[in-house]
């Protein structure tokens, strides 16, 4: 290792948001879901086509979400698909401000 000091970035706890990308919350949140029905079809060895035999859900769409493609899936129809694989999905939420909501709010209504 080389002697240059490293810094250490410590993140939010959303690697989407640390990323900058747009709809950060909602994207963690289709991942997890996919991640649940990944972990779901692991813990059952089920093929692509078993699923789709189960659920009725296309085995293209379990292909898809196997290589988080997740383009198409809403969170909603995630969690469809996680309740024919007799999952019930319980979602807890907590809204608070941004980090420094609190000077954008003031810092618009000075410019008003």
């Given at each position: 290792m080389?002697?240059?000091?490293?810094e250490l970035v410590r993140?939010?706890?959303n690697v989407f948001r640390d990323f900058d990308v747009p709809n950060a919350d909602a994207e963690q949140l289709r991942s997890i879901l996919?991640?649940?029905?990944?972990?779901?079809?692991?813990?059952?060895?089920l093929t692509v086509r078993e699923a789709e035999g189960l659920t009725g859900i296309a085995a293209a769409d379990?292909?898809?979400?196997?290589?988080?493609?997740?383009?198409?899936?809403t969170i909603d129809r995630l969690i469809t698909i996680l309740n024919r694989l007799n999952r019930?999905?319980?979602?807890?939420?907590?809204?608070?401000?941004f980090p420094?909501?609190?000077?954008?709010?003031?810092?618009?209504?000075?410019?008003?």
């Open positions: 080389n002697d240059e000091e490293m993140g939010s706890g996919a991640g649940q029905i990944i972990k779901t079809l692991d813990e059952r060895e379990f292909s898809r979400i196997r290589r988080a493609n997740l383009g198409r899936f019930q999905v319980e979602v807890s939420v907590v809204v608070r401000p420094g909501a609190q000077q954008l709010a003031i810092a618009s209504q000075q410019l008003n």
